[in-house]
């Protein structure tokens, strides 16, 4: 057979993904291989919302960063908890039930559309009391970015592009980055590489542009 130079994954993402043991089998010989992953396990689970609880640990992002760009970094850190079966996780929970509209209960999932918000948080919390099924979320302080008045270009299938009304937005800013690392963890290149900014309605909580509510916008740096 052909020798693989490059695995870029647009599935394998959630476990759902998985279907079977021989998936796992699959992602683990893929993972063994010499092949350049796109990304590697490490680099997908460092995504996870479980890491990213991590990084609030004391000690943890001053490990890689000076002291005063550890202090930058952590001046925009929102709260994040773990929700395992237990005191600390039921603390965290009864937080949610105090502010409903101050928190948003988050699976490990990517792709948008997986958040769960305010009444139906409370009915899931209520639900996950005492299981170990609990511990796959965790309870983030929501986010209340400023809206803008925006007008966005839809293209639906076998339609043309339609510019919409002005109505109220709200704005996700991201950065593409380039990583790139040998076997022995060499870091070769990292690097930003452009801003990615996603705009959605601000009347929807979600805004993933996978599932058609946010979209691709424009970000102008100003002094």
């Known amino acids: 057979g052909k020798e693989i130079a490059i695995f870029y994954f ?10 079977t043991e021989k998936h796992w089998e699959i992602r683990l010989k893929m993972e063994k291989s010499l ?6 396990i490490r680099h997908q689970c460092i995504n996870l919302k479980l890491f990213q609880q991590a990084y609030l640990n004391k000690g943890v992002v001053e490990k890689y960063l000076t002291e005063g760009e550890s202090a930058l970094v952590r001046s925009v850190f929102a709260e994040l908890y773990q929700l395992a079966p237990g005191e600390e996780g039921d603390k965290a929970a009864q937080l949610a039930f105090d502010d409903p509209r101050g928190w948003v209960l988050k699976p490990s999932r ?11 948080m409370l009915q899931k919390l209520t639900q996950l009391h005492g299981s170990e099924e609990r511990e ?20 639906e299938p076998n339609e043309k592009a339609k510019l919409s009304d002005i109505f109220d937005t709200t704005g996700e800013l991201g950065l593409f980055c380039v990583y790139v690392a040998d076997s022995q963890r060499k870091v070769l290149v990292n690097e930003v590489a452009g801003p990615l900014m996603r705009t959605k309605p601000a009347a929807n909580n979600e805004g993933g542009i996978a599932i058609g509510i946010g979209v691709m916008d424009s970000v102008v740096f100003a002094e």
């Open 10 to 19: 647009r599935s394998m993402w959630n476990e759902d993904h998985y279907k």
């Open 35 to 40: 092949a350049v992953k796109v990304p590697n």
């Open 110 to 120: 990517e792709g948008g559309g997986n958040n769960i918000w305010e009444e139906e």
């Open 136 to 155: 796959a979320f965790v309870l983030m302080q929501r986010l209340n970015p400023p809206h803008v008045p925006n007008r966005v270009v839809r293209n």
